[in-house]
Nanobody
Framework: QVQLQESGPRLVKSSQTLSLTCTVS??????????WNWIRQPPGKGMEWLGA???????YYNPSLKSRTSISRDTSKNHFTLQLSSVTPEDTALYYC?????????????WGQGTPVSVSS
C-alpha cells in the first residue's frame, strides 16, 4: 500500500520561498497513469489544489498560483517537491500531498497526513 509523507519547514517568513517534500513509499512515482498532487487548506477554508507532477514528469499548475509554483521530482529518492515563492500570510495552510488517477481530488486514493505551514509577516 502506497504511503505519502510531507516534510519541510513549518514556519516561513513573508517574501521567502516555501519548500515541501513528499516522500513516497510502497510505490513508485513513475508508475504509469498516476499523478502526484499538492493541495492545501487554509484555516477555516476549503481545499485548494496547487498542482501536480505526472508519472512521466509533466507538471500541471493551478492557474491562479502558477506564477509562484514549481513542482519537481527526484526519482532516485522517490519523492516530489513543492516550491511556492513570494509567500504571504495568506499562504498559511495545512499542506497535503496525494496520489490520484488524475489531478481531480475525487480521484485521489492516497493522502499524506498533512503538514502545517505558517507564514509570518
Amino acid at each position: 500500500q502506497v504511503q505519502l509523507q510531507e516534510s519541510g519547514p513549518r514556519l516561513v517568513k513573508s517574501s521567502q520561498t516555501l519548500s515541501l517534500t513528499c516522500t513516497v513509499s510502497g510505490g513508485s512515482i513513475t508508475t504509469n497513469a498516476y499523478y502526484w498532487n499538492w493541495i492545501r487548506q487554509p484555516p477555516g477554508k476549503g481545499m485548494e489544489w496547487l498542482g501536480a507532477i505526472g508519472y512521466s514528469g509533466s507538471t500541471y499548475y493551478n492557474p491562479s498560483l502558477k506564477s509562484r509554483t514549481s513542482i519537481s521530482r527526484d526519482t532516485s529518492k522517490n519523492h516530489f517537491t513543492l516550491q511556492l515563492s513570494s509567500v504571504t500570510p495568506e499562504d498559511t495552510a495545512l499542506y497535503y500531498c496525494a496520489r490520484g488517477r488524475s489531478t481531480l481530488m475525487d480521484e485521489y486514493d492516497s493522502w499524506g497526513q498533512g503538514t502545517p505551514v505558517s507564514v509570518s509577516s
